[in-house]
């Protein structure tokens, strides 16, 4: 709003923003496009200005709106929570803000070298030019945020198709044709599932988020240990992260095939309708 309070009573005018085609913003930021140039203002490690330095505490919010420097003419401008995503005149697009749920689409950072793609997403200062194989040859038209999720529209190269792409929890860009990596194999309805034998508590939880990883996001196999040590005597509060980051049931345990058995299809079972079901049961029952 272009204070330091908690609201501003009165509407009132910002001159600095005379002549926009689209104002918005998230939770602590705003942006505005005028005239091909994007406006933000608000909490500054969100505006896409970089630090300038400074860290935590020390990043001063920006009062006024500040024109970005850096990008080419944009001609879409859209906020999600705490990021903003913004489509050049050429069809590129550009993401800055936080990035902790892979809203940015920044791993890998570049879809040519993906030696990155199975480390944490981090937050973007500054504006960060989206690089998808998924997106090459494509216009964007549009690309819009929720809270921890990105959609873009584009368009297909030729003009004959209109696709839509989204960056989600943990949705990193792997090439189709690429060789699967090491651990991947295994899906249902292949080769007869592998017996295994588990006598330690880290042993059970490894072997549920494995199950996981293996369908869902094969690429951050092999940082289990890793995760598993982070959260040593707390696994099960790491694996409700995880499968809730995938939209999974945390009450089922998915290193039993039969656990996946209405996960795969079309149309997902929801325990939280469930759950209201059963209560409504026991109302009637009373």
Same mark, same amino acid.
């Given at each position: ?17 005379? =002549? ?14 005028? =005239? ?55 069809? %590129? ?13 920044n791993r890998p950072r570049s879809c040519e070298d993906p030696s990155d793609a199975s480390q944490e997403p981090a937050d973007e200062l500054e504006p960060y030019l989206l690089s998808s194989r998924r997106l090459a040859g494509r216009?964007?038209?549009?690309? %819009? ?8 529209? /584009? ?6 198709? /209109?696709?839509?792409?989204? *960056? %989600? ?29 588990? #006598? ?9 988020? %494995? ?28 694996? /409700?992260? /995880? ?5 999974? #049931?945390? *009450? ?27 209560? #409504?049961e026991v109302e009637s029952q009373r």
């Amino acid at each position: 709003l272009g204070y330091v309070c908690a609201c501003v009573p009165a509407m009132t005018v910002v001159l600095a923003l005379r =002549g926009a085609s689209w104002i918005g913003g998230g939770a602590r930021m705003s942006a505005a496009l005028i =005239g091909g140039r994007v406006f933000t203002w608000g909490k500054a490690d969100e505006c896409g200005r970089g630090s300038g330095g400074a860290t935590g505490a020390d990043i001063l919010p920006l009062l006024e709106p500040t024109a970005l420097i850096g990008l080419p003419p944009i001609r879409s401008l859209r906020c999600g929570m705490c990021h903003s995503l913004a489509c050049s005149e050429a069809g %590129d697009v550009f993401t800055w803000g936080c990035g902790v749920s892979h809203q940015l689409g920044n791993r890998p950072r570049s879809c040519e070298d993906p030696s990155d793609a199975s480390q944490e997403p981090a937050d973007e200062l500054e504006p960060y030019l989206l690089s998808s194989r998924r997106l090459a040859g494509r216009y964007a038209l549009l690309a %819009d945020g929720g809270a921890q999720h990105s959609v873009e529209l /584009v368009w297909a190269e030729g003009g004959d198709e /209109v696709v839509e792409e989204a *960056q %989600d929890d943990g949705a990193e860009d792997v090439d189709p044709g690429a060789e699967a990596p090491p651990g991947s194999e295994g899906e249902a309805g292949e080769d007869a599932p592998e017996v295994l034998v588990i #006598d330690t508590s880290e042993g059970f939880w490894r072997a549920q988020l %494995d199950a996981i990883y293996r369908r869902r996001n094969p690429y951050k196999l092999e940082r289990v240990p890793e995760l598993l040590e982070k959260y040593r005597g707390r696994e099960a509060v790491l694996y /409700v992260k /995880v499968c809730r980051t995938y939209h999974l #049931d945390p *009450q089922r345990f998915y290193a039993d095939p039969t656990a996946w058995a209405d996960e795969e299809g079309d149309v997902r079972r929801d325990p939280h309708a469930e759950d209201e079901a059963e209560g #409504d049961e026991v109302e009637s029952q009373r």
